[in-house]
């Protein structure tokens, strides 16, 4: 969904900022024929990598779902159980 994301944002950037509208003015802001290809597409691609990274990350750290994965975690997560039982065992040692 994020690489559909990616393409999609990417040939609506580079539709929306890298061609100009030559019908209806004269000159443009940036003159976007002098520009070659490459370099169009490389900003494109970079503006749309970005915002798919950022969207990634914003439903990455969902701090919801952290604490509920927190909440549940030592009821169906086993290893988790026993790596919390050996660090008790380990560090009953050193309480006074």
């Known amino acids: ?3 559909g ?3 999609f944002a990417n040939f609506f950037l580079y539709q929306a900022f890298m061609t100009g509208s030559y019908n ?3 000159t443009e802001v940036v ?4 520009v070659p290809l490459p370099v169009k597409l490389a900003v494109s691609t970079s503006l749309s990598t970005y ?3 950022l969207l990634y990350n914003d ?3 969902n701090e919801d779902l952290y ?4 909440k549940y975690r030592l009821q169906f997560d086993d290893q988790y159980s026993e790596f919390l039982e050996g660090q008790k065992i ?3 040692g050193f309480i006074v």
Do not use: I, K, P
């Open 5 to 7: 994301l990616g393409c």
């Open 1 to 3: 969904m994020m690489a």
């Open 51 to 53: 915002m798919v990274f």
């Open 59 to 61: 439903h990455l750290y």
């Open 31 to 34: 003159r976007m024929r002098r």
């Open 24 to 26: 209806y003015r004269n």
């Open 90 to 92: 380990e560090n009953s």
């Open 67 to 70: 604490r509920v994965s927190l």
